[in-house]
């Protein structure tokens, strides 16, 4: 058997038994409870703010004279954003915290989706009450962690390429940003026709590499990434 993640609204993060449905562990996330206003946006869906574990080790020693066990034994542990806007890494089996909980984002940025790409984690976060819609990157290789930001506009979808960079849609365009400094690369503003809503998507074609976005009259647009 082995386990699947969930994270609810009210900062819960839960394990199943993929196999059997039967609950591993649940956990409440500790400072979640005092921020109920961003569980929810009205008007946008749910994010997925959990990110599940894969093979590999999550980051080196803290230091050269960290010699201690690794309390991942190995493992990339689950990442999971709390409604306060904290990012937590907790052990996959056990439900416990593999490091300190680190602030990401401010408190007031609603729900935000999370994406790993690299060695950088990303939140994107929509448009949601005073808050206007954001992409955040944390580097949590680095002590004290480096957290960059960017503010497209009022959509948040993200998609990473395969050369790190990643892809954000603004009010009216597509925007190429930095690896983890979140710096503008470039954009392509369509000539026809306005954005509509979603997430961009990255694939492969021809040994070449492609970005997709859906258009508000039903059209995908798909643009070289070169």
């Given at each position: 058997s082995y386990g699947a993640f969930a994270a609810g609204s009210d900062g819960t993060v839960y394990s199943v038994d993929a196999d059997l449905g039967t609950l591993f562990w649940e956990r409440r996330l500790e400072d979640s409870s005092s921020h109920p206003?961003?569980?929810?946006?009205?008007?946008?869906?749910?994010?997925?703010?959990?990110?599940?574990?894969?093979?590999?080790?999550?980051?080196?020693?803290?230091?050269?004279?960290?010699?201690?066990?690794?309390?991942?034994?190995?493992?990339?542990?689950?990442?999971?954003?709390?409604?306060?806007?904290?990012?937590?890494?907790?052990?996959?089996?056990?439900?416990?915290?593999?490091?300190?909980?680190?602030?990401?984002?401010?408190?007031?940025?609603?729900?935000?989706?999370?994406?790993?790409?690299?060695?950088?984690?990303?939140?994107?976060?929509?448009?949601?009450?005073?808050?206007?819609?954001?992409?955040?990157s944390i580097d949590t290789r680095t002590v004290p962690p480096t957290i960059?930001?960017?503010?497209?506009?009022?959509?948040?979808?993200?998609?990473?390429?395969?050369?790190?960079?990643?892809?954000?849609?603004?009010?009216?365009?597509?925007?190429?940003?930095?690896?983890?400094?979140l710096q503008k690369k470039d954009y392509y503003q369509p000539g026809e026709g306005k954005l509509g809503s979603g997430t961009p998507v990255v694939f492969a074609w021809e040994h070449r590499e492609w970005v997709g976005v859906f258009t508000e009259d039903s059209r995908i647009l798909v643009l070289d990434s070169r």
């Open positions: 206003e961003n569980a929810a946006c009205e008007g946008v869906p749910a994010p997925s703010n959990v990110i599940t574990p894969a093979p590999g080790r999550i980051r080196p020693p803290l230091d050269d004279d960290d010699e201690g066990p690794d309390p991942t034994h190995g493992n990339r542990p689950l990442r999971a954003l709390s409604a306060g806007g904290r990012l937590y890494e907790i052990h996959p089996s056990t439900g416990n915290d593999t490091f300190p909980p680190q602030d990401f984002l401010p408190a007031q940025a609603g729900p935000a989706r999370l994406t790993l790409s690299g060695r950088f984690l990303y939140a994107a976060a929509p448009s949601c009450g005073s808050s206007p819609g954001r992409v955040w960059a930001s960017y503010e497209p506009g009022k959509r948040s979808g993200i998609a990473a390429g395969f050369d790190g960079v990643l892809y954000a849609l603004g009010p009216d365009s597509v925007v190429a940003l930095t690896p983890g400094s």
